[in-house]
């Protein structure tokens, strides 16, 4: 879209269907990069919850550990999460335009079909540690404009695989359509 950027140390593009249309070689000049928000919000004290398999649900409040059984479609009113983990086939709808999430997981949606994350227009997504995002997901399909501003990790931290990534996108027929701002951070698609 206009206006859109990368800027890295590194960029490498592996695939067929990557398109870097004017990749600038020299530093980067001319660009003000926005304000970098960062979760500072605390899980301590906060219960989990459960949403059940194929319900139709709105969830309250703030929670530690958050998972959407298989099928469910559940709005979140809340702003502060410590894991949320999205089963197959499940569509979760975030209300507010500030969400604090230390780990976001969506796993591999349906065999047809997608398993949908909606956000509030304008929100941001405040993500504390990474996000996993599997195959056969779509992430913001109204098209809002919706930021993550993912923190720097910490010296040391390591995700599943243990390579200190903090946003994957990975499988087929995966559609992410936001901003992605992680100063320090790594994409890997």
Do not use: C, W
Not at 12 to 35: D, M, Q, V
Not at 51 to 58: D, G, L, Y
Not at 92 to 110: A, C, D, M, S, Y
């Amino acid at each position: 879209s206009p206006g859109s950027f990368v800027k890295a140390r590194k960029i490498e593009s592996k695939g067929s269907n990557i398109l870097i249309t004017t990749p600038i070689l020299s530093a980067a000049t001319g660009i003000t990069l926005p304000t970098m928000y960062y979760n500072t919000a605390s899980t301590s004290g906060l219960s989990n919850k459960e949403v059940a398999k194929n319900s139709i649900t709105t969830v309250s409040g703030n929670y530690k550990n958050l998972t959407l059984k298989k099928g469910s479609r559940t709005t979140l009113t809340g702003t502060v999460y410590g894991t949320i983990k999205v089963e197959q086939g499940a569509q979760v709808t975030f209300t507010q335009t500030t969400i604090n999430i230390g780990k976001l997981h969506v796993v591999k949606g349906p065999r047809v079909g997608y398993s949908y994350v909606h956000f509030a227009d304008g929100a941001k997504v405040l993500i504390g540690e990474s996000v996993n995002i599997g195959s056969q997901v779509y992430i913001n399909p109204d098209n809002n404009n919706v930021t993550f501003y993912v923190s720097n990790k910490k010296k040391g931290d390591h995700d599943e695989e243990g390579d200190g990534k903090s946003f994957k996108i990975h499988g087929g027929d995966t559609r992410v359509t936001a901003n992605i701002y992680m100063p320090g951070g790594k994409l890997k698609v």
